[in-house]
């Protein structure tokens, strides 16, 4: 670790930064009000100068259901500029950068990489300037007014995590792959075969359908049972119950338990769905604190998917949140949550009218923070959409991110190729879904959906009670082989 400190008396400012070498270069620029004034902060990024035989750029776009696909061009001049202002990650500009040296490919030619670790809005910047200088720069995206520093207050940057490689592209990715997994959450163990209700039942949440959905999923060798959307309060479609994070007793009398039993009795773990930092209006929560959301007064409130953002800065909001999600794992027998998240910030302000998009961001890590203190035993999935919030940051506080919310096998073929650039295999979801896609429509064979899966961390989305005898013994044989070279793959 090295630490450069710089100080400007005339303009009350003094910034550090740190470099870090390790599995990747980690850099970080602090600034500290040191005068005696209010300082209001438009932007703070950091900038790393890159070798002029950086002829080509490879970046990454995309939207819902087509995450991480490739766009490489030449960088012969001017500019190219990546701003994110959804309020996360984002599936249409995911913060990584990578720049070539002329026609390099996985295993040859030098090549460097850039990622901004922040699971909120983030900038990306790469320049060649006119005399032939080159540089990538990187930084959180900030809306004004959300970073105002008193006398003695101080903003960090996100980690801006570099990588190089004189062979190719895969070397440079095997970097970032390192940095994931020096994280404290990774895990080592191996990664258990999951079977996800969404695409089984969808909202269709009857108990002796999941009872048989579990004995089916036993039988295949699947080890970890998901419980998807639909099993709180009054969410029986996308239209409601989102912040009523209680069972519903309409749908489970006897609460969950006895699904839990079930489950647990077949030797696999239990898993649920939970979107923590949405709110619905038709809900309970909602008509008792309508101020708990994170909108702008004297707007109508935009809503997206039927639901608006929970405020999760004002900390009433999440002390509920927090209360909630607590007595859940407390009260259950739960190793998994997957976390969702499924809209964009739009008109997102805090109770002081600033844009509220950093403190969301960081009342989530605190959040995550929080539960994962209490309970050190469950593991998390970052989901958001599938692919909206696949970054670094997050993956400090989670053991798996879902790469998709597309099991169509051809289209996940771009997108866990693009995603592997970031992220290490065992941490990248994926699934076998039905024989046609939810998304999509097409038709894809077993082989080639196991296939495109078996690399990642294999799950299974398909109602698996109305499987033909050959797709129940090929399907078995599948999670077969995939539990006899995990260790390899991972």
């Known amino acids: 670790?090295?630490?450069?400190?710089?100080?400007?008396?005339?303009?009350?400012?003094?910034?550090?930064?740190?470099?870090?070498?390790?599995?990747?270069?980690?850099?970080?620029?602090?600034?500290?009000?040191?005068?005696?004034?209010?300082?209001?902060?438009?932007?703070?990024?950091?900038?790393?100068?890159?070798?002029?035989?950086?002829?080509?750029?490879?970046?990454?776009?995309?939207?819902?259901?087509?995450?991480?696909?490739?766009?490489?061009?030449?960088?012969?001049?001017?500019?190219?500029?990546?701003?994110?202002?959804?309020?996360?990650?984002?599936?249409?500009?995911?913060?990584?950068?990578?720049?070539?040296?002329?026609?390099?490919?996985?295993?040859?030619?030098?090549?460097?990489?850039?990622?901004?670790?922040?699971?909120?809005?983030?900038?990306l910047f790469a320049e060649r300037l006119p005399d032939g200088r080159r540089y990538l720069q990187g930084g959180e995206l900030l809306h004004p007014g959300e970073v105002v520093l008193e006398p003695g207050e101080s903003y960090s940057t996100p980690d801006f995590i570099a990588v190089c490689s004189p062979t190719g592209l895969s070397r440079a990715a095997w970097g970032f792959h390192r940095a994931v997994r020096s994280c404290n959450t990774h895990t080592v163990t191996p990664r258990p075969v999951l079977l996800n209700t969404w695409e089984a039942v969808y909202f269709n949440h009857d108990v002796d359908k999941l009872k048989a959905l579990a004995d089916a999923a036993a039988d295949l060798g699947i080890e970890r049972f998901v419980l998807d959307d639909g099993w709180f309060g009054s969410r029986r479609d996308d239209t409601k119950g989102l912040g009523d994070w209680w069972v519903s007793d309409t749908v489970?009398?006897?609460?969950?338990?006895?699904?839990?039993?079930?489950?647990?009795?077949?030797?696999?773990?239990?898993?649920?769905?939970?979107?923590?930092?949405?709110?619905?209006?038709?809900?309970?929560?909602?008509?008792?604190h309508p101020d708990w959301a994170l909108i702008t007064d004297g707007y109508e409130p935009l809503l997206g998917r039927q639901q608006l953002v929970l405020d999760?800065?004002?900390?009433?909001?999440?002390?509920?949140?927090?209360?909630?999600?607590?007595?859940?794992?407390?009260?259950?027998?739960?190793?998994?949550?997957?976390?969702?998240?499924?809209?964009?910030?739009?008109?997102?302000?805090?109770?002081?009218?600033?844009?509220?998009?950093?403190?969301?961001?960081?009342?989530?890590?605190?959040?995550?923070?929080?539960?994962?203190?209490?309970?050190?035993?469950?593991?998390?999935?970052?989901?958001?959409?599938?692919?909206?919030?696949?970054?670094?940051?997050?993956?400090?506080?989670?053991?798996?991110?879902?790469?998709?919310?597309?099991?169509?096998?051809?289209?996940?073929?771009?997108?866990?190729?693009?995603?592997?650039?970031?992220?290490p295999p065992e941490v990248m979801g994926a699934h076998i879904g039905p024989t046609k896609s939810h998304t999509t429509g097409r038709t894809h064979s077993l082989s080639f959906r196991a296939a495109t899966a078996l690399f990642g961390h294999l799950g299974v989305e398909w109602d698996v009670t109305e499987l033909s005898d050959e797709d129940h013994t090929t399907l078995r044989a599948i999670i077969a082989m995939y539990k006899e070279h995990r260790e390899l793959l991972h």
């Not at 701003?83 to 995911?94: A, D, F, I, K």
């Not at 006897?254 to 038709?282: A, K, R, S, Y």
């Not at 190793?335 to 499924?342: E, F, I, P, R």
């Open 1 to 123: 670790l090295v630490q450069l400190a710089q100080s400007q008396p005339a303009c009350g400012l003094a910034l550090t930064t740190s470099i870090t070498v390790d599995h990747v270069l980690r850099i970080t620029a602090t600034v500290r009000n040191v005068g005696g004034r209010r300082y209001s902060l438009d932007a703070l990024s950091v900038t790393l100068p890159l070798a002029e035989h950086a002829a080509e750029l490879l970046t990454f776009e995309g939207r819902w259901s087509r995450e991480f696909h490739p766009l490489r061009r030449e960088w012969l001049h001017g500019s190219y500029v990546v701003e994110n202002r959804r309020g996360r990650t984002s599936h249409e500009t995911p913060s990584l950068v990578f720049a070539g040296e002329r026609d390099f490919t996985e295993w040859s030619g030098e090549v460097w990489g850039a990622h901004v670790a922040w699971s909120g809005n983030h900038t």
């Open 252 to 288: 489970y009398p006897d609460g969950l338990g006895p699904l839990i039993d079930h489950v647990t009795g077949l030797g696999m773990e239990f898993g649920i769905w939970v979107e923590p930092e949405m709110v619905n209006p038709d809900s309970d929560m909602f008509r008792a």
């Open 312 to 423: 999760l800065g004002n900390p009433a909001a999440f002390a509920f949140i927090e209360e909630a999600l607590d007595a859940l794992l407390r009260d259950h027998d739960i190793a998994y949550v997957k976390w969702d998240m499924n809209r964009d910030h739009i008109q997102s302000s805090g109770r002081d009218g600033a844009a509220g998009t950093r403190a969301q961001t960081l009342a989530l890590y605190r959040l995550l923070d929080v539960l994962r203190a209490k309970h050190p035993a469950v593991e998390f999935e970052s989901c958001a959409s599938g692919g909206a919030r696949i970054d670094h940051e997050i993956l400090r506080r989670t053991e798996r991110v879902w790469t998709s919310d597309c099991n169509d096998a051809l289209e996940r073929q771009t997108i866990q190729r693009g995603a592997s650039m970031l992220i």
